[in-house]
Protein backbone atom coordinates (compact mmCIF):
# COMPACT_ATOMS: atom_id res chain seq x y z
CA UNK A 1 0.00 0.00 0.00
CA UNK A 2 1.29 3.40 -0.96
CA UNK A 3 1.52 6.06 2.03
CA UNK A 4 -0.97 8.05 0.58
CA UNK A 5 -3.72 5.11 0.78
CA UNK A 6 -2.77 5.32 4.73
CA UNK A 7 -3.57 8.91 5.02
CA UNK A 8 -7.18 9.21 6.05
CA UNK A 9 -9.65 12.19 5.36
CA UNK A 10 -12.72 11.75 7.76
CA UNK A 11 -15.52 13.66 9.52
CA UNK A 12 -16.51 13.04 13.32
CA UNK A 13 -20.49 14.15 13.34
CA UNK A 14 -21.30 15.26 17.32
CA UNK A 15 -25.04 15.67 18.43
CA UNK A 16 -26.72 18.56 18.99
CA UNK A 17 -26.38 18.53 22.62
CA UNK A 18 -24.92 19.89 24.08
CA UNK A 19 -24.27 22.83 21.96
CA UNK A 20 -20.47 24.02 20.79
CA UNK A 21 -18.65 20.93 21.05
CA UNK A 22 -17.08 21.41 17.40
CA UNK A 23 -14.61 23.88 18.64
CA UNK A 24 -13.22 22.70 22.37
CA UNK A 25 -13.19 18.87 20.32
CA UNK A 26 -11.36 20.84 17.67
CA UNK A 27 -9.00 22.52 20.21
CA UNK A 28 -8.44 18.92 21.98
CA UNK A 29 -7.51 16.69 18.84
CA UNK A 30 -4.78 19.34 17.45
CA UNK A 31 -2.94 18.45 20.43
CA UNK A 32 -2.45 14.98 19.78
CA UNK A 33 0.44 14.32 17.34
CA UNK A 34 0.16 14.01 13.61
CA UNK A 35 -3.47 14.70 13.50
CA UNK A 36 -4.91 17.76 11.38
CA UNK A 37 -8.03 18.93 12.26
CA UNK A 38 -10.75 21.50 10.45
CA UNK A 39 -13.99 22.50 12.23
CA UNK A 40 -16.84 22.82 10.31
CA UNK A 41 -19.72 24.18 12.43
CA UNK A 42 -22.34 24.18 9.92
CA UNK A 43 -22.38 20.32 9.87
CA UNK A 44 -21.38 20.14 13.67
CA UNK A 45 -18.39 18.28 12.59
CA UNK A 46 -14.93 17.70 12.89
CA UNK A 47 -12.65 16.93 9.65
CA UNK A 48 -9.74 14.98 10.87
CA UNK A 49 -6.88 13.90 8.38
CA UNK A 50 -4.02 11.73 10.07
CA UNK A 51 -2.21 8.78 9.24
CA UNK A 52 -3.74 5.35 9.93
CA UNK A 53 -0.12 3.76 11.19
CA UNK A 54 -0.29 6.32 13.89
CA UNK A 55 -4.31 6.61 14.88
CA UNK A 56 -7.49 4.71 13.67
CA UNK A 57 -11.04 6.72 13.65
CA UNK A 58 -12.13 4.66 16.64
CA UNK A 59 -9.12 5.70 18.33
CA UNK A 60 -9.90 9.52 17.75
CA UNK A 61 -13.48 9.00 18.83
CA UNK A 62 -12.53 6.74 21.72
CA UNK A 63 -10.52 9.81 22.71
CA UNK A 64 -13.31 12.01 22.55
CA UNK A 65 -15.84 10.17 24.02
CA UNK A 66 -13.61 9.76 27.06
CA UNK A 67 -13.21 13.85 27.02
CA UNK A 68 -17.35 14.07 27.30
CA UNK A 69 -17.92 14.91 24.03
CA UNK A 70 -21.08 13.32 22.71
CA UNK A 71 -20.84 12.12 18.94
CA UNK A 72 -24.11 11.57 16.35
CA UNK A 73 -25.61 8.64 17.62
CA UNK A 74 -27.99 8.36 14.58
CA UNK A 75 -28.47 5.06 12.45
CA UNK A 76 -26.62 6.69 9.46
CA UNK A 77 -23.89 7.33 11.26
CA UNK A 78 -23.44 4.45 13.81
CA UNK A 79 -23.69 2.38 10.27
CA UNK A 80 -20.47 4.58 8.78
CA UNK A 81 -18.60 4.41 11.42
CA UNK A 82 -18.96 0.94 12.38
CA UNK A 83 -18.02 0.09 8.41
CA UNK A 84 -14.96 2.74 8.47
CA UNK A 85 -13.69 1.37 11.76
CA UNK A 86 -13.69 -2.24 9.94
CA UNK A 87 -12.05 -1.03 6.83
CA UNK A 88 -9.54 0.39 8.67
CA UNK A 89 -8.48 -2.49 10.98
CA UNK A 90 -8.43 -4.62 7.92
CA UNK A 91 -6.05 -2.49 6.23
CA UNK A 92 -3.82 -2.31 9.57
CA UNK A 93 -3.87 -5.92 9.39
CA UNK A 94 -3.29 -6.21 5.94
CA UNK A 95 -0.26 -4.08 6.16
CA UNK A 96 0.92 -6.40 9.01
CA UNK A 97 0.68 -3.19 11.80
CA UNK A 98 1.12 -4.67 14.96
CA UNK A 99 -1.92 -3.79 17.00
CA UNK A 100 -1.61 -1.43 19.46
CA UNK A 101 -2.40 -3.15 22.84
CA UNK A 102 -4.84 -1.16 25.34
CA UNK A 103 -3.91 -3.46 28.23
CA UNK A 104 -1.02 -5.10 28.87
CA UNK A 105 -0.44 -8.62 27.94
CA UNK A 106 -1.74 -11.83 30.14
CA UNK A 107 2.21 -12.92 30.27
CA UNK A 108 3.30 -9.70 31.28
CA UNK A 109 0.62 -9.78 33.96
CA UNK A 110 1.96 -12.93 35.56
CA UNK A 111 5.89 -11.63 35.14
CA UNK A 112 4.50 -9.08 37.46
CA UNK A 113 2.22 -11.10 40.01
CA UNK A 114 5.45 -13.32 39.87
CA UNK A 115 8.30 -10.38 40.60
CA UNK A 116 6.05 -9.84 43.90
CA UNK A 117 5.73 -13.22 45.34
CA UNK A 118 8.41 -14.40 47.52
CA UNK A 119 9.61 -17.37 45.40
CA UNK A 120 13.24 -19.35 45.49
CA UNK A 121 14.24 -21.84 47.91
CA UNK A 122 11.06 -20.68 50.27
CA UNK A 123 9.02 -24.19 51.41
CA UNK A 124 6.32 -23.69 54.25
CA UNK A 125 6.98 -27.23 55.45
CA UNK A 126 8.11 -26.80 59.33
CA UNK A 127 11.39 -28.54 59.50
CA UNK A 128 9.98 -31.47 61.74
CA UNK A 129 8.29 -32.62 58.68
CA UNK A 130 11.04 -32.43 56.12
CA UNK A 131 13.35 -34.67 58.46
CA UNK A 132 10.52 -37.11 59.45
CA UNK A 133 11.92 -40.64 58.82
Known amino acids: MSSADLRKKREILFSRFPPGQVPEAADDLQHLDEVDVEPKYEKRALGVAYDLQQHTLAELEDHLVDKGFHLDNTLMSKL ?14 NIGAPEKRLKPSPEEAYIKAWEHRPHGDHDDTPPEWREYK
Open 80 to 93: TRALIHYVEETQLH
